[in-house]
């Protein structure tokens, strides 16, 4: 554990909890993608198959609990609550994000570090989270108007992986022999995505707008 590897945590927590408080409180789930959601909880179901069996640290098995219990909390408020799916914006929402699940598992299945069933699941997770914010990104795109809530969500989300990089960058420095490209290459993929987003959210904080990204 280091500095940049428990903020990343805590950013990816908060992240979570602004979209829970946007649920909870406001009743809404506009501007959020079903979809995004959906594959972030097929990231975890297959991260932490361990979470049951591996016993690393009460912080380890709180974390994974946390974000495997809020992952499928969310899904089932914007796929079920009588008030809640009533702003779900399904003829927006429409990025195919089946289509990104097979080439994450087919890659997985090529490239993994061991072949069993614990690692190629947990190095399709890897794939899978990479791309996972695709839909969401698509759905803010094609939203004239991105409410405050929903834009420090997908920023959140984003400063969570800019900051594990800076943990994998400190890891590699004090750390002897840690390598780890699958899970370096797939992170740095999936901050650039990010890479407009911030552009936009930082220009519209300097000028005090609303968010709007350019279609």
């Known amino acids: 554990m280091n500095i940049f590897r428990l903020a990343g945590d805590m950013t990816h927590l908060m992240s979570i909890l602004v979209l829970l408080l946007k649920i909870h409180t406001i009743k ?3 501007g959020i ?7 972030y909880a097929l990231v975890f179901v297959t991260r932490y198959l361990d979470v049951y069996t591996n016993f690393y640290s009460i912080y380890n098995t709180i974390m994974k609990v946390i974000f495997l219990g809020s992952s499928f909390s969310i899904v089932w408020y914007i796929r079920h609550h009588s008030v809640v799916r009533r702003s779900y ?3 927006q929402d429409t990025f195919r994000h ?4 097979l080439p994450c ?4 299945l090529l490239i993994n ?3 069993t069933f614990r690692e190629v699941m947990w190095t399709f997770s890897i794939y899978l989270e990479a791309v996972a914010i695709l839909p969401q990104l698509v759905l803010l795109q094609r939203t004239s108007n991105i409410d405050n809530l929903t834009g420090q969500y997908v920023f959140l989300l984003g400063a969570y992986r800019a900051l594990y990089i800076l943990n994998w960058v400190y890891r590699y420095y ?3 022999h840690f390598v780890h490209w699958i899970t370096w290459i797939a992170g740095l993929i999936q901050t650039l995505l990010y890479a407009d987003f911030f552009y936009y959210y930082f220009a519209s904080w300097k000028n005090n707008k609303r968010l709007q990204l350019p279609l």
């Open 113 to 115: 570090d061991k072949f």
């Open 174 to 176: 004090t750390e002897v």
């Open 33 to 39: 993608s079903l979809k995004t959601q959906e594959l």
């Open 28 to 30: 809404s789930c506009a």
């Open 105 to 108: 598992l087919i890659l997985a």
């Open 89 to 91: 914006d399904k003829d």
């Open 98 to 101: 089946y289509f990104l699940m």
